[in-house]
């Protein structure tokens, strides 16, 4: 299970941090990703992590100004969002790819939080 926290409103420029924590333990073998959706839309790729080596991949629109990162002591991973656009409002999706797929596909990944609302205000 995952669960993801740390959504809200913030103004442009502003920041945020989300955190998504795993119920059970991530394996070395994972890739950790985070998407976006926001109505009538399809869910979007923002980045991914793949646990063991630590290497991540961006979407284009946030390369710069989103850092996504692992916790090893809390078992989760998070995403540092900085320069906030309202273009980033939506809610904001943690997943897990068991099979390590360096993946941008959701049908890729396996588990899925709740999601988070984040809303950036002009």
């Known amino acids: 299970q995952l669960v993801e926290s740390g959504g809200g409103l913030v103004q442009a420029g502003g920041s945020l941090r989300l955190f998504c924590a795993a119920s059970?333990?991530?394996?070395?073998?994972?890739?950790m990703g985070w998407f976006r959706q926001t109505p009538g839309q399809e869910r979007e790729f923002v980045s991914r992590?793949?646990?063991?080596?630590?290497?991540?991949y961006y979407a284009d629109s946030v390369k710069g100004r989103f850092t996504i990162s692992r916790d090893y002591a809390k078992n989760a991973v998070t995403l540092q969002m900085n320069s906030l656009k309202p273009e980033d409002t939506a809610v904001y999706y943690c997943?897990?790819?068991?099979?390590?797929?360096?993946?941008?596909?959701?049908?890729?990944?396996?588990?899925w939080g709740q999601g988070t609302q984040v809303t950036v205000s002009s």
């Open positions: 997943a897990a790819n068991l099979r390590g797929h360096y993946s941008r596909y959701p049908d890729d990944y396996n588990f």
């Open positions: 059970v333990r991530i394996l070395s073998s994972y890739v």
């Open positions: 992590l793949a646990w063991s080596s630590g290497i991540t």
